[in-house]
């Protein structure tokens, strides 16, 4: 009868249904934090063309660079993260960070063999001996089907694609 209370206190685990959320929000923050410090860093890497040659030498500079660091790399990451969250926001039930890649089905529809022999240089005591560089590969061309659910309601949608891959590359010098 003691264990009887502990049977009705709410679990302090989040349901399966919040922790992929949480999870999917996780990898947009990552991947929004990494495209704003890429682009918080160019512009900060330019910003001495911006600020002038007379305040190169000062030691506000590293103070003024960092502020522009800061600010481009915080306003990066809140535009790139607003935009991920519309686009993995569900439309039905207008839950953010819930839209997954269900299923995807990759259908062949031309494979094409390729090759390409080029000139790599010259060889031998007087260099005029020619040698090339052969290349092969075949161009594989997919019909692809992606399906994408809401892990909140369910819903599903499909969105269909052509992706072209480069396979079974092969490169070698003919001497």
């Known amino acids: 009868m003691t264990n009887d209370i502990e049977e009705f206190e709410p679990s302090s685990e989040a349901q399966p249904d919040e922790k992929h959320r949480k999870r999917i929000r996780r990898r947009a923050k990552r991947q929004s934090f990494g495209w704003a ?8 890497f330019f910003s001495p063309l911006f600020i002038g040659e007379m305040t190169r030498d000062r ?6 660079m960092g502020a522009v660091m800061l600010l481009t790399t915080w306003a990066a990451y809140r535009i790139v993260l607003r935009r991920k969250s519309r686009k993995l926001t569900c439309k039905d039930c207008g839950t ?3 839209i997954e890649l269900a299923d995807r089905d990759a259908r062949l529809i031309s494979a094409v063999p390729r090759q390409r022999k080029t ?3 010259y060889r031998g005591t007087d260099m005029k001996t020619p040698y090339y560089s052969h290349e092969s590969w075949v ?7 992606d399906t994408y659910a809401c892990v909140a309601c369910g819903t599903a949608r499909t969105v269909r694609w052509t992706q072209t891959k480069r396979s079974g ?6 001497y």
């Open 37 to 44: 410090v890429l682009f918080g860093g160019i512009f900060t």
């Open 59 to 64: 030691p506000t500079i590293w103070i003024a």
């Open 96 to 98: 953010a960070f819930a």
């Open 119 to 121: 000139l790599a240089g």
């Open 139 to 145: 161009d594989e061309k997919y019909d692809t089907l």
């Open 169 to 174: 590359y092969q490169s070698s010098k003919d």
